[in-house]
């Protein structure tokens, strides 16, 4: 029996649905390291052109590291627009990582120039995102304004870390980029948190 063969996604279908609605500048907006126990939560926004085709692009947890860092420098240069936004490790302990998710994701879509007059909202919440919006969930992987934000938010978190890496070496934030591995924890055993450790998840210890 042969094996059938899997749709291609169009990633430009819900742009397309936006603006045949009268949205004139419809961003995607995506935000990375909602999970780590330590740095801030990233957000990113971006505008890209009308059906703009970049091969391989896709959900940033769906592409290499080497591959991440092409897509971050074409993105970049060929958006219409693009920002890149985060909430503090302090915010996040504050507000809570949803609505510092959302507000590192709102802050990016504010610094749009030029702005955009509708958001396409990876996941299922858009709470306090200030423009009309609408959720797509699994949108990094469904619309390409959201798959482009993924990558800009997820690489530039990932810079971050690498420069806390530098700032707290002890901690090898360079192998874990703050997420909650075994060696993570055994750092945090051993030395206990340092300032960017996001103190409300810190369960574990």
């Given at each position: 029996m042969k094996k059938q063969e899997t749709e291609p996604i169009d990633r430009w279908s819900i742009e397309r649905e936006c603006c045949a609605a009268g949205w004139r500048s419809v961003c995607g907006a995506d935000e990375a390291g909602a999970g780590p126990l330590a740095g801030a939560v990233y957000g990113a926004a971006v505008i890209l052109p009308p059906?703009?085709?970049?091969?391989?692009?896709?959900?940033?947890?769906?592409?290499?590291?080497?591959?991440?860092?092409?897509?971050?420098?074409?993105?970049?240069?060929?958006a219409?627009?693009?920002a890149v936004a985060w909430?503090?490790?302090?915010?996040?302990?504050?507000?809570?990582?949803?609505?510092?998710?959302?507000?590192?994701?709102?802050?990016?879509?504010?610094?749009?120039?030029?702005?955009?007059?509708?958001?396409?909202?990876?996941?299922n919440c858009s709470r306090n995102?200030?423009?009309?919006?609408?959720?797509?969930?699994?949108?990094?992987?469904?619309?390409?304004s959201i798959a482009a934000a993924s990558i800009l938010a997820k690489v530039s978190r990932d810079h971050y870390m690498l420069e806390m890496a530098k700032l707290y070496p002890e901690y090898q934030f360079q192998q874990h980029k703050g997420y909650p591995t075994k060696l993570h924890y055994e750092m945090l055993r051993k030395y206990g948190p340092c300032p960017i450790h996001r103190r409300t998840f810190l369960k574990r210890l």
């Open positions: 059906n703009y085709d970049l091969p391989y692009l896709n959900d940033s947890k769906k592409v290499t590291e080497k591959r991440r860092e092409v897509l971050f420098g074409q993105i970049k240069e060929q219409i627009a693009w909430a503090t490790e302090q915010e996040i302990d504050e507000l809570n990582i949803l609505n510092a998710r959302m507000l590192a994701m709102d802050r990016a879509i504010q610094q749009l120039d030029p702005a955009a007059d509708f958001a396409l909202i990876d996941g995102i200030q423009i009309p919006n609408r959720t797509v969930v699994k949108g990094d992987n469904l619309s390409a």
